[in-house]
């Protein structure tokens, strides 16, 4: 019943079936544990934990894997380092469990403690494609490029196969790098592999790689090749040409898009509206700004507001500006 309630998300139900009962033994605390990790409520999965061991109830690789999981989500460094210390380390479990070590290089990654990330990888001896994407990511998003290409040479020496999510993020450290000739060698792997055939997440990374490091013709070829396109592989497009100053190219783009009948989301209008301030197209701005406001978008994300505020006082128009200023909340 509490593993019923709990994976169906009525916790607080779960909650009292779990106090209720006479016995409670570890099957039930993960039970009850696992739901709350499920369903994002991270700070109460570790509270569970520690009631845990309160009540003298040894964790399992089950406990630990949702514990170290919450303490990634919610960036608590100190407690994911607390459960490395006194459950993993003090031997409770094999040092060889690689799905241990995994859930242990995520926590860091997340938590941005990338160079103790890098040691577990670098220690354990059954390392798979699951340990080094975690740690792909962690460099990619901490903007550390080169470190996540050498993590990827290093993979493929290694003998492991690339998969989805290592071919997108690495495609990011390539874009954010400007590494054009590496994201085009990676590029011919996902084709020969047979990646691309209608996986829009690789065909938009890809669009976004070349976007990124400024050429454009690819990018083109890409998107068009692409058997859908949608509003993220549009937008990654749009905000490349914003980001190498080419604004009528990136308009241009934005009105390709609603042509094909795609309604522009927040990451796309932040980005065209940037593009009308880098030219001063004060007419076009205003025109997005009205769509803006008959959407209801202004009022549920205030960084549209800011954009707005941007591109106003870009183009000169500045009471304009300082009206939307005044405005927000």
Same mark, same amino acid.
């Given at each position: ?8 998300g009525v ?11 006479? !016995?409670?033994?570890?099957i ?18 570790l ?31 100190? =407690? ?16 060889k ?67 989805? !999510? ?8 390539c874009?954010?790098?400007g ?32 976007? =990124?490091?400024?050429?454009? !013709? ?53 980005? !065209? ?52 200023h005044?405005?927000?909340?």
């Amino acid at each position: 019943l509490v593993h019923m309630y709990a994976q169906c998300g009525v916790l607080t139900k779960a909650q009292a079936v779990f106090d209720n009962l006479l !016995v409670r033994d570890r099957i039930s605390w993960n039970a009850l544990l696992t739901g709350y990790a499920k369903h994002g409520h991270n700070v109460d999965a570790l509270n569970c934990f520690e009631e845990m061991r309160v009540e003298g109830i040894a964790p399992d690789p089950v406990t630990l894997l949702c514990c170290l999981k919450a303490c990634g989500n919610i960036g608590s460094i100190v =407690k994911g380092e607390k459960i490395h210390d006194g459950s993993i380390n003090k031997g409770l479990f094999m040092e060889k469990d690689i799905m241990l070590n995994n859930a242990l290089v995520d926590m860091y990654v997340k938590c941005g403690v990338l160079q103790k990330a890098q040691q577990l990888v670098d220690e354990h001896p059954d390392r798979n494609v699951i340990s080094w994407n975690s740690l792909i990511s962690g460099y990619v998003q901490e903007e550390q490029y080169d470190e996540a290409l050498n993590c990827f040479d290093r993979m493929q020496n290694e003998g492991h196969v690339p998969d989805m !999510v290592t071919f997108t993020c690495i495609l990011n450290a390539c874009g954010g790098k400007g590494a054009f000739e590496k994201g085009e060698q990676i590029h011919k792997e996902i084709v020969n592999n047979g990646l691309l055939d209608k996986n829009i997440v690789l065909g938009t990374a890809l669009v976004d790689m070349y976007a =990124k490091c400024g050429h454009f !013709v690819r990018a083109h070829q890409v998107l068009d090749q692409l058997s859908v396109r949608d509003v993220v592989s549009w937008s990654v497009l749009i905000a490349g040409y914003t980001l190498h100053g080419q604004g009528h190219d990136a308009i241009n783009s934005f009105d390709s898009m609603q042509i094909e009948g795609l309604s522009p989301d927040v990451v796309t209008l932040i980005s !065209v509206l940037k593009a009308c301030g880098s030219i001063g197209l004060l007419d076009r701005g205003k025109q997005i700004h009205d769509d803006i406001v008959t959407r209801g978008l202004l009022d549920r994300h205030a960084i549209l507001a800011n954009a707005l505020v941007d591109m106003y006082g870009k183009c000169g128009a500045l009471t304009k500006a300082q009206q939307i200023h005044d405005q927000l909340p």
